[in-house]
C-alpha cells in the first residue's frame, strides 16, 4: 500500500491551513494553519513565507517531507465555475482558468490563486485541484437556473453553483456506508452546519439540490452570513442609508446571521446565552432552526421520498438541542429521533433515529481535509492505470 502522505493545502486570502495526511488510512502526520497573512505588521508578508512558516512548522514537529516522500499537493479550490466538474492537475492554463474565475469568487479564489503558485514552486510533485462547486456541477438546470434574463445569466456565468461540495459528497457517501445500502438506491439530505452552513438533496449519489448560490451567502442562516434574503433589501439600504454595495456585501457577509441577531456567531455561546434567557440568543436560534426546517420541506418534496438526513460540521455533529429542534413536529412526514441516541456526545458516524424509522437520520464528523487527500490520490491513480 502506498502510504506516502499527500499536503492539503486550503489557501485563503489571509491564512493558509495545510494538512498532511495517508489517503488510504486517513493517518494525520502533521497540520496547522499560518495566519495574518500580508496584515500589517505582520511577519509573514505573502503565501511564499506562508509556505516558509509552514516548513519551519514541520521540522519543529520533526516532519521531514523528503522522508515521508510527498505524493502530492491536493488544493482547495472554492469556486470551479462552469468549467470544473472533477478533481483537475493543475497545470499553467488551468491555474490562468482558476483565475479568470476570481470576479465569481473575488473573496475566496485569489487566495487560492497565491497558494497554487506558492506550492507549485516549492514542491515539484503533482498538484491536484479539489473545487468546493465540482459536486454540484450535476444541479439540474431548473434548479441552478436564477429566474433573471438568459443572455446576461448566460455572458457573466451566473447561475446557482453549491459550495462546501466535498463535505456533501463525503457525508452522502458515508452516510450509505452506515446505513448499509447502496448509494445509488438512496434519497438523502444533508445538512452542513459549521461556521457557513449548506444543505444538499441528493439522489443516487448526485446532487439535485443545493441551498448555496452564486456565491456562499445564499441560503441558511450562518455564523455571520445572513443567507436567504429579499433582494430588494440592497435597494432599500442603498435608498434609506446611502449603503454602497460593498458596505451592504460586507454587513451581509459579515454583520449578519446569528451575529447579526444575538451579537455572537459562536454556536456554543449562542446555547449558553439563550439558556441563561437571552432574547437575542432565543431568537437567533429560532430563525435558525426555521430556515432549517423550511429546506428539509423543499428537498423532501423534490426528492419525493427520503430515505437519510445527515447532520455534519461543528453545529451539527455536536448540538443535539439542535437536531431535536430541526425534526420537532416532523414525525407525520417520518422524522423522529430517539432522544437518548440524540444526546450521547460521539466522534463517530451514527444513526439517531429509532430502530426501523422510515428514515435514518444520522450524525456524520465530516473530514475535508481527508476527502481532498482521497480525491487527489485517486485522481493520480486513475492516470497511473
Ligand atoms: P467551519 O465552517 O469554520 O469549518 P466548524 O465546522 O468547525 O466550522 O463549525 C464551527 C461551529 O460549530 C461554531 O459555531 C461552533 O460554536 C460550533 N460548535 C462546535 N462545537 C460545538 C458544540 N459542542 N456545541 C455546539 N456547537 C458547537
Avoid: W
Avoid at 514542491?123 to 429566474?147: G, K, R
Avoid at 434609506?240 to 456567531?265: A, H, P, R, Y
Avoid at 431568537?283 to 421520498?305: I, N, P, Q, S, T
Wanted: charged share 20%; proline share 4%.
Amino acid at each position: 500500500m502506498n502510504e506516502a502522505p499527500v499536503l492539503v493545502l486550503n489557501a485563503g486570502s489571509s491564512s493558509l491551513k495545510y494538512q498532511l495526511v495517508v489517503p488510504e488510512t486517513a493517518e494525520v502526520q502533521a497540520k496547522g494553519i499560518i495566519e495574518r497573512i500580508g496584515e500589517q505588521g505582520s511577519p509573514i508578508a505573502d503565501h511564499d513565507a506562508a509556505l516558509q512558516a509552514m516548513q519551519d512548522q514541520l521540522v519543529a514537529a520533526d516532519v521531514d517531507l523528503d522522508a515521508v516522500g510527498l505524493r502530492a499537493v491536493g488544493h482547495r479550490v472554492v469556486h470551479g465555475g462552469p468549467e470544473f466538474s472533477d478533481p483537475t492537475i493543475i497545470d499553467d492554463d488551468v491555474l490562468a482558468e482558476i483565475k479568470d474565475l476570481i470576479p465569481l469568487a473575488p473573496l475566496h479564489n485569489p487566495g487560492a490563486v497565491s497558494g497554487i503558485e506558492a506550492a507549485r514552486a516549492e514542491f515539484d510533485v503533482p498538484h491536484v485541484a479539489i473545487f468546493d462547486t465540482a459536486f454540484f456541477s450535476t444541479l439540474p438546470l431548473a434548479a441552478a437556473t436564477y429566474a433573471i434574463p438568459r443572455d446576461l445569466a448566460q455572458k457573466y456565468r451566473i447561475r446557482r453553483y453549491g459550495f462546501h461540495g466535498t463535505s456533501h459528497q463525503f457525508i452522502s457517501r458515508a452516510a450509505a456506508e452506515l446505513v448499509g445500502r447502496d448509494l445509488g438506491e438512496l434519497n438523502q439530505i444533508v445538512l452542513h452546519l459549521g461556521n457557513g452552513c449548506s444543505a444538499s438533496a441528493v439522489r443516487g449519489g448526485v446532487a439535485v439540490e443545493t441551498s448555496m448560490g452564486l456565491t456562499p451567502l445564499q441560503g441558511l442562516v450562518m455564523g455571520t452570513r445572513s443567507g436567504d434574503i429579499d433582494p430588494g433589501l440592497h435597494t432599500f439600504l442603498h435608498n434609506e442609508l446611502g449603503m454602497s454595495i460593498g458596505d451592504i456585501d460586507t454587513l451581509l457577509n459579515k454583520q449578519s446571521g446569528l451575529k447579526g441577531l444575538s451579537g455572537v456567531n459562536d454556536f456554543r455561546e449562542l446555547e449558553q446565552r439563550r439558556a441563561a434567557g437571552d432574547e437575542g440568543a432565543q431568537l437567533a436560534f429560532e430563525v435558525y432552526v426555521h430556515r432549517l426546517k423550511h429546506y428539509v420541506g423543499a428537498y423532501l418534496a423534490l426528492l419525493g421520498r427520503l430515505d437519510v438526513l445527515s447532520f455534519t460540521a461543528g453545529v451539527g455533529e455536536n448540538s443535539p438541542a439542535l437536531r431535536a429542534a430541526v425534526i420537532e413536529g416532523l414525525d407525520g412526514l417520518g422524522f423522529g429521533v430517539d432522544s437518548e441516541l440524540n444526546g450521547e456526545r460521539s466522534t463517530v458516524a451514527r444513526v439517531i433515529s429509532p430502530d426501523r424509522a422510515p428514515i435514518a437520520i444520522a450524525v456524520i464528523p465530516t473530514n475535508e481535509e481527508l476527502a481532498i487527500a482521497r480525491e487527489t490520490a485517486e485522481l493520480l491513480e486513475s492516470r497511473s492505470d
